[in-house]
């Protein structure tokens, strides 16, 4: 069994998994926009589709809070040809589970991250991680995705019971 602690959600911590999307970035410079009434900073995630054929998806979930603790992990999935983005819309926190690997999640680099209201995050490509997890209310998230329809929209991996939980943040 491996237990996961949440950590701050940094860019430099978060950075092997994917990008966190912010305008409270302080490592990418702002510059005016909107005579002077805006604060734009660009290119805060890289973002992909690795499928000639596939949409962008502009999606939106709803997501209720997690009330039992600790978390068991009962799954992890990956979209392996597509970044996955999601901007939380009215969150105060909510939890992001990601780990690395190919063939099945390698448990061994699975991170619990704790995100507040401000920060959105982008899963790279073939990013194993865990559905969007709120934390105190229901949360409401636009995400961006590139889809056709197939199978290689969505992989998921079923994990072994206990061999990954997550403590209450």
Same mark, same amino acid.
């Given at each position: 069994?491996?237990?996961?602690?949440?950590? /701050?959600?940094?860019?430099?911590?978060?950075?092997?998994?994917?990008?966190?999307?912010?305008?409270?970035?302080? #490592?990418?410079?702002?510059?005016?926009?909107?005579?002077?009434?805006?604060?734009?900073?660009?290119?805060?995630?890289?973002?992909?589709?690795?499928?000639?054929?596939?949409?962008?998806?502009?999606?939106?979930?709803?997501?209720?809070?997690?009330?039992?603790?600790?978390?068991?992990?009962?799954?992890?999935?990956?979209?392996?040809?597509?970044? *996955?983005?999601?901007?939380?819309?009215?969150?105060? @926190?909510?939890?992001?589970?990601?780990?690395?690997? #190919?063939? /099945?999640?390698?448990?061994?680099?699975?991170?619990?991250?704790?995100?507040?209201?401000? *920060?959105?995050?982008?899963? @790279?490509?073939?990013?194993?991680?865990?559905?969007?997890? /709120?934390? #105190?209310?229901t949360i409401d998230?636009?995400?961006?995705?590139?889809?056709?329809?197939?199978?290689? #929209?969505?992989?998921v991996a079923s994990?072994?019971?206990?061999?990954?939980?997550?403590? @209450?943040?």
């Amino acid at each position: 069994m491996r237990a996961l602690i949440a950590e /701050a959600l940094t860019s430099e911590a978060y950075a092997p998994f994917g990008d966190v999307v912010s305008a409270e970035r302080s #490592d990418i410079p702002a510059k005016p926009a909107n005579q002077g009434t805006a604060a734009r900073r660009d290119f805060l995630a890289a973002v992909a589709s690795l499928r000639p054929g596939a949409a962008l998806n502009v999606c939106s979930f709803r997501c209720s809070p997690k009330t039992a603790w600790p978390l068991p992990v009962a799954l992890l999935e990956k979209h392996p040809l597509s970044t *996955q983005v999601f901007i939380p819309m009215n969150a105060r @926190r909510y939890l992001v589970l990601v780990a690395l690997g #190919d063939e /099945a999640p390698d448990l061994a680099t699975a991170r619990a991250f704790l995100a507040s209201a401000v *920060q959105g995050v982008s899963y @790279r490509p073939g990013v194993w991680h865990h559905p969007m997890i /709120a934390l #105190d209310d229901t949360i409401d998230f636009t995400c961006l995705v590139w889809e056709d329809g197939t199978a290689g #929209d969505c992989v998921v991996a079923s994990l072994t019971e206990g061999a990954l939980i997550v403590g @209450r943040p």
